[in-house]
């Protein structure tokens, strides 16, 4: 066996990306006139392809990685750690640069890859062994072990599309990590099991790297990194930005980057507003454990912090300072408030912050937008909009057998009981 497992050479893929003009009939009518050009451009001079646009995800990604490691793929949403594991898993092909790899993988990406819906799972179970290059004999010997760990005996002759999201999670990884992958490839798909699947997913994932397995791991969970890896790398816009090393000098970059990002994006979503005697300088979101986060999880511990300075001699009264998260149409979801708890604050230094905490973050899985704004006596000084823009996951709150999209928009604590 050589000495690395896993080597990417300058690892790039390339998108093209078509503009988006009109809607419906006048899109459609223009993409048709844009394919004909093109075509007409080919038989001319053998060039032209339409209007085009072109989008790196991963830009000259090299790294190596030996048996036993578990190696963490940091970033920030659209960083490219999943177009890598893609490619890693041949599920797409790289535009340049060079994979090696020895021995079989073992992928779990997003919730139904490699699974075939109409099938059942158990027929499911055959065919993703099968795809790795196991034997049937093999798969049938790991069977009885493979479906114990996934929790779903009484599901398993069931089709795969009438299973909820964490049971298929929790079947897809089970098939994954049981039929001895020389490198397991793990997405952030983990995070839709439930609390107890994801710690025993944990354990499994240490497992498979104490008998000689290397893993890759993508998580918004530093806390999980900074456990489960022993080394780790960062990535931001397609490219390397902490080359693969310490776990926890990458996680210490990736943070303080986070806070950066969002210091710059801040100040673009001004928009040109004019900013009055108190102004917002930075928006940070705290997840369970404390540390920064970028995604939003439901029923966990979560504190939003807004950075000021004034330029009003202080102590200034009558600052009231409000956070608006709204669905991504703008329709306002809820209005977190200093009037409405606290009162309208003093200011009693020009540069500070205020902090608003919740033991269970309440909102439902889906995607929203954050908004801030400062006013003192019904006159706003300082409002940034969409200061935020992304996800709440799950967080393993749901574990329901069947898949609903109806959750609305806020989770309510409630216990049930029959009589």
């Known amino acids: 066996m050589p000495e690395y497992i896993l080597q990417t050479e300058n690892l790039s893929k390339k998108y093209r990306l078509r503009p988006t003009v009109g809607l419906g009939w006048r899109r459609n009518q223009h993409l048709l006139v844009d394919d004909v050009m093109g075509i007409a ?16 995800a991963l830009q000259d990604v090299s790294f190596e990685a030996k048996e036993g490691d578990v190696v963490g793929i940091i970033g920030r949403n659209g960083a490219g750690k ?36 109409e099938l059942t799972g158990r027929e499911n179970i055959f065919i993703s062994g099968s795809i790795i290059g196991m034997s049937r004999a093999e798969i049938k010997k790991k069977f009885d072990e493979i479906v114990a760990f996934s929790g779903v005996e009484q599901f398993l002759d069931t089709p795969v599309k009438r299973f909820s999201s964490g049971m298929e999670v929790r079947l897809a990884f089970s098939v994954a990590a049981h039929l001895h992958p020389q490198v397991l490839l793990v997405d952030e798909v983990l995070a839709v099991g439930d609390v107890a699947f994801q710690q025993k997913s944990i354990a499994k994932i240490r497992e498979v790297a104490l008998d000689g397995g290397t893993i890759l791991f993508i998580s918004h969970n530093m806390t999980t990194v900074a456990s489960l890896c022993n080394q780790a790398m960062v990535l931001e816009h397609g490219k390397v930005v902490f080359p693969l090393g310490a776990v926890s000098e990458a996680v210490n970059y990736y943070l303080s980057s986070v806070v950066s990002e969002s210091r710059r994006e801040l100040e673009e979503s001004r928009q040109g507003l004019a900013v009055g005697p108190v102004k917002i300088t930075g928006f940070t979101i705290r997840g369970e454990d404390g540390t920064v986060v970028d995604t939003l999880t439901t029923g966990v511990p979560t504190s939003f912090t807004i950075d000021y300075e004034t330029s009003y001699p202080t102590p200034v009264s009558d600052v009231d300072f409000s956070i608006l998260i709204k669905t991504l149409n703008g329709e306002l979801i809820t209005d977190l408030t200093t009037r409405s708890t606290s009162g309208s604050l003093k ?39 969409d200061v935020f823009t992304g996800t709440v996951d799950s967080g393993g709150r749901f574990q329901s057998h069947w898949r609903t999209e109806a959750l609305g928009w806020v989770v309510i604590d409630q216990k049930w009981s029959a009589s």
């Not at 080919?42 to 989008?55: A, D, E, I, K, V």
């Not at 999943?82 to 092909?93: F, G, N």
């Not at 640069?97 to 490699?114: A, F, H, N, P, W």
């Not at 033991?359 to 006013?375: E, H, R, T």
């Open 82 to 117: 999943s177009t890598l594991l893609k490619i890693l898993s041949r599920v797409t092909q790289p535009t340049r640069g060079r994979v090696t790899i020895y021995g079989r993988i073992g992928s779990l990406l997003e919730v139904g890859t490699g699974f075939h819906s």
């Open 41 to 56: 451009n080919r038989l001319r001079n053998g060039r032209g392809q339409g209007q085009y646009t072109t989008f790196w």
């Open 347 to 385: 200011l009693t230094s020009r540069t500070g912050s205020v902090t608003c905490k919740m033991d269970k973050f309440p909102l439902a899985p889906g995607n929203v937008s954050i908004s801030l704004q400062i006013d003192r006596r019904g006159e706003v000084l300082d409002m940034v909009n």
